[in-house]
Nanobody, 124 residues
Framework: QVQLVESGGGLVQAGGSLRLSCAASGRTFSGYSMGWFRQAPGKEREFVAAATWRRGNTYYADSVKGRFAISRDNIRNTVYLQMNSLKPEDTAVYYC?????????????????WGKGTLVTVSS
């Protein structure tokens, strides 16, 4: 079992930055691929970014490429999402997720564990 707790959300103006953190506890963190997903009001949960556990490969949704960066610290059992040049359309609840697979890490269905989410609001 893996427990995930997100932090770092808040209100920011368009063009600003935020860094989300996800602290993991339970099983060996380094053996899990980690992902960030988001869900805006009235929309389905969607993929944002992921980092696999085997080679540390990173993947991003097209909508955030060049603006967001995922990183992981296997010593601190924490994964981060640095979000720059934020836009109002980035407003959503952001969820941290973990998967014991290196495949399909951009899929909601591939994730085995989820945090409760942290709200990011970007004002125009």
């Amino acid at each position: 079992q893996v427990q995930l707790v997100e932090s770092g959300g808040g209100l920011v103006q368009a063009g600003g930055s935020l860094r989300l953190s996800c602290a993991a506890s339970g099983r060996t963190f380094s053996g899990y691929s980690m992902g960030w997903f988001r869900q805006a009001p009235g929309k389905e949960r969607e993929f944002v970014a992921a980092a696999t556990w085997r080679r540390g490969n990173t993947y991003y949704a097209d909508s955030v490429k060049g603006r967001f960066a995922i990183s992981r610290d296997n010593i601190r059992n924490t994964v981060y999402l640095q979000m720059n040049s934020l836009k109002p359309e980035d407003t959503a609840v952001y969820y941290c997720a973990a998967s014991n697979s290196n495949y399909n890490v951009d899929s909601v269905d591939a994730m085995d564990y989820w945090g409760k989410g942290t709200l990011v609001t970007v004002s125009s």
